[in-house]
């Protein structure tokens, strides 16, 4: 178990803040006095990357305004409210479990870093971690050449490799740098757009757990 590092997402991989991202949203909708998205369900439909297509599908209209400002906007009342939000049921002794057996694990999120490694300090598991991933600003474009880069810097291959996510991006990424993926479906995308990638797909993060340990 010690040859493979496991490459974990964050927000809505490991940490449960869809319901959180979907309110702000809607309010930063109503605010502008558009319609919210209707449902967590319709949430998880339209979520994706690159974020600012995203928001468009939303409802927003970068004809108007300007997408930096309203991530700015964004990133304001997700770093304040998010530091309630918990991980998901299970996932802290999955991620010891895989740190005592001896397995590498390094986070690769499209967070902004600083908001991330508060979180994962109040949450009191950064020692599961080898490493810690994250962009510099919150504009959340593609994490994959943040993937390309830390690979070089450690002379690792995709065969290195185990990428764990809850969306297509997360897929997408790991093709790139060609790695092993595995989907999780209790996060920003539901389980049935998943499925379209062809990879395997778990329903939480205990399936996930039992499926990484019969691949490393």
Same mark, same amino acid.
């Given at each position: 178990m010690k040859?493979?590092?496991?490459v974990w997402d964050w927000n809505g991989t490991l940490l449960n803040d869809v319901n959180l991202n979907c309110a702000?949203?809607?309010r930063m909708l109503r605010k502008r006095g558009k319609p919210p998205v209707p449902s967590l369900e319709a949430y998880r439909r339209i979520f994706g990357f690159p974020i600012k297509d995203y928001y468009e599908r939303a409802g927003f209209d970068f004809g108007v305004e300007n997408y930096e400002s309203v991530a700015d906007e964004y990133m304001a009342l997700y770093r304040r409210d998010s530091m309630d939000c918990r991980l998901f049921? !299970?996932?802290r002794q999955v991620l010891f479990d895989?740190?005592?057996s001896g397995v590498r694990q390094v986070i690769l999120s499209a967070s902004q870093r600083d908001c991330l490694l508060e979180q994962i300090h109040r949450l009191k598991i950064q020692d599961a971690f080898d490493e810690v991933l994250?962009?510099?600003?919150c504009l959340a474009h593609s994490k994959a050449e943040l993937a390309e880069e830390w690979m070089k810097q450690n002379r690792l291959s995709g065969e290195d490799l185990l990428f764990i996510g809850d969306t297509l991006h997360d897929y997408e990424v790991s093709r790139?740098? !060609?790695a092993s993926c595995l989907l999780v479906a209790a996060g920003h995308q539901d389980k049935e757009r998943l499925l379209t990638c062809g990879c395997p797909v778990a329903d939480?993060?205990?399936e996930a757990a039992g499926w990484i340990q019969e691949q490393i």
């Open positions: 040859r493979v590092t496991i702000i949203m809607n049921p !299970g996932t895989f740190k005592y994250a962009l510099n600003h790139r740098v !060609g939480d993060i205990g």
